[in-house]
């Protein structure tokens, strides 16, 4: 079974903060992908990333993949509260058919 | 255009009772996608159709569990003999069908079934 761990659970901070999120696994991903879903919708693609230690950048959020393609990070920089919501990593392995494999989420509150 | 729908939006329904979830892909998606995802958890894996057939139902808990796709289209998830353990926001996704690798899974807003 793969699993997907991500940490931290809960996150609540200040307007105008940096943040991390953490996504991690003993299993190799062929790519992982990051959504985020608000209450009462569906979760939407962020990013994806394919290539172990690849960097990609979406405005104030940086997302890397691990050398060994087993873990992703989520970085926001300054922190908006239009960030608030439920963040997601996805895992897509060679071995798993076409399936994702979700983490179990990270909640973010951002106050203003 | 139009994104994958989901209905109902809610379902309430009673332990031991049969219910069916619909679900309208992108139009020319082939690739279907059946999750669920209970509260705080992140979308766990039922079933993933492409065109009429069932290319992976390896994430159907169990045999109450069934889903069709007889035109390619819209999906229907059905669940029998209900149990409160089922209680649950399920999410359809659809993608283009091109390559597994690189397709984006486009979800629906989801229904929430509740067991009482």
């Known amino acids: 079974t793969q699993l997907l761990e991500q940490s931290p659970q809960f996150l609540s901070i200040q307007e105008g903060e940096n943040l991390t999120v953490y996504c991690n696994s003993s299993s190799v991903f062929s790519s992982l992908q990051w959504y985020r879903q608000e209450p009462g919708e569906g979760p939407v693609l962020l990013v994806t990333?394919?290539?172990?230690?690849e960097v990609k950048k979406l405005k104030r959020l940086t997302f890397q993949f691990g050398d060994a393609r087993k873990d992703s990070s989520l970085h926001i920089t300054a922190a908006q509260p239009g960030d608030t919501g439920l963040y997601l990593c996805?895992?897509?392995?060679?071995?798993?058919?076409?399936?994702?494999?979700f983490g179990g989420g990270t909640r973010l509150m951002v106050k203003p | 255009g139009a994104g994958v729908s989901q209905t109902p939006s809610n379902k309430v329904t009673e332990k031991g009772k049969y219910v069916e979830l619909r679900c309208d892909p992108i139009s020319g998606h082939t690739a279907l996608y059946w999750y669920r995802q209970s509260l705080g958890q992140g979308p766990e894996f039922l079933i993933y159709f492409q065109g009429t057939g069932a290319a992976d139902d390896s994430g159907l808990p169990n045999d109450r569990f069934f889903a069709v796709r007889p035109e390619g289209s819209v999906s229907t998830l059905k669940i029998q003999r209900t149990e409160r353990g089922d209680s649950a926001v399920y999410l359809c996704?659809?993608?283009?069908?091109?390559?597994?690798?690189?397709?984006?899974?486009?979800f629906g807003p989801g229904t929430r079934l509740t067991v009482l």
């Open positions: 996704a659809s993608s283009p069908g091109w390559d597994r690798y690189t397709d984006t899974q486009y």
């Open positions: 990333v394919v290539t172990g230690g």
């Open positions: 996805a895992g897509l392995s060679n071995n798993a058919g076409n399936m994702l494999t």
